[in-house]
């Protein structure tokens, strides 16, 4: 069966042309999305989902136009209509149609049904490299639709074989372009609480890290994930991703490290179980 999305209230074939071109997301730029998906059927770790976008539309000024009940009922009925058993929800919030192209009347609201990202078991295994970007993004909080340093360095990414950019400035890193960040120092485990995106995926990792290791939740130094003895990224794709270099300079012993295997088992056997 086709995947479906809901527009303001309609539920529509996944190709139907809905923007007008005076949404205030195509001519300012002003819109915010999330993404999750489900496992076993279940959407993993909805009210966390939902809270991150409502903060998101909080922190933009947006009204959301319908309840977290209400969108509950909608993703259960997008999913059914999908006719497949796993599913990712992209919901895109915009400043909606402005007469004037600068005034918020009201906000547009679109879930898209998508089949689940391509997976990357190889890189989950033997780990990607990364390249410095001296960047720190606009409002970090607000998971927004613009990607535009991320798009712009695709071709390079490419052209080096990386997989994705780490954001520093001022000798402090904050994130990958789509996820968050952990170092190992031996076993304490560091991630950054500044300049950053608050993943879902990095909560739960932080979770499943605190019977095993001692965990810091403080600004990263960009000298410290270079000498760090371990590196790993967290997202809904990426799940607990080795770090096995950076720009040139291989991280540790230049291959997934232990603790950080560990993780993504403990990870792995979480969603495996999600919903049962």
């Known amino acids: 069966m086709p995947f479906h999305q809901y527009f303001n209230g309609e539920i529509l074939p ?26 076993n059927g279940v959407p993993f770790r909805w009210n966390d989902y939902w809270q991150r976008f409502e903060n998101s539309a909080r922190l933009l000024k947006l009204t959301l136009p319908v309840t977290q009940q209400i969108t509950e009922k909608v993703l259960a009925d997008l999913h059914a209509m999908s006719g497949e058993q796993e599913v990712a929800f992209r919901f895109v919030l915009t400043g909606g149609y ?12 679109l879930i898209r049904t998508e089949p ?18 001296d960047y720190v993004r606009d409002l970090p909080e607000v998971k927004t639709t ?24 001022d000798g402090e890193i904050s994130e990958l ?31 499943l ?16 994930v270079i000498l760090a003895d371990e590196v790993f990224t967290t997202s809904t794709t990426k799940w ?3 770090v096995v270099q950076i720009g040139d300079l291989p991280v540790g012993s230049g291959e997934a490290g232990k603790r950080t295997l560990l993780l993504q088992q403990l990870f792995e056997k979480l969603v495996t179980d999600w919903g049962k």
């Open 177 to 207: 372009t789509r996820s968050n960040i952990f170092i190992f120092h031996g076993d304490k485990l560091i991630t950054s609480d500044r300049n950053i995106l608050k993943g879902i995926t990095r909560k739960v990792v932080m979770e």
């Open 116 to 133: 689940l990202p391509q997976d990357n078991p190889a890189g989950r295994l033997k780990g990607i490299k990364v390249l410095p970007y």
């Open 14 to 39: 996944i190709d139907s042309p809905i923007f007008k071109t005076n949404d205030l997301g195509l001519l300012r730029g002003f819109g915010l999305f999330d993404y999750f998906r489900t496992y």
């Open 240 to 242: 607990v991703m080795p």
């Open 146 to 169: 613009n990607y535009v340093h991320m798009v712009l360095m695709a071709d390079e990414l490419r052209r080096q074989q990386a997989a994705d950019l780490l954001f520093h400035k």
């Open 98 to 109: 402005a007469p004037d192209s600068v005034h918020v009347v009201q906000p547009n609201f």
């Open 209 to 224: 890290a605190k019977p095993h290791f001692e965990v810091e939740i403080r600004p990263v130094l960009y000298k410290e």
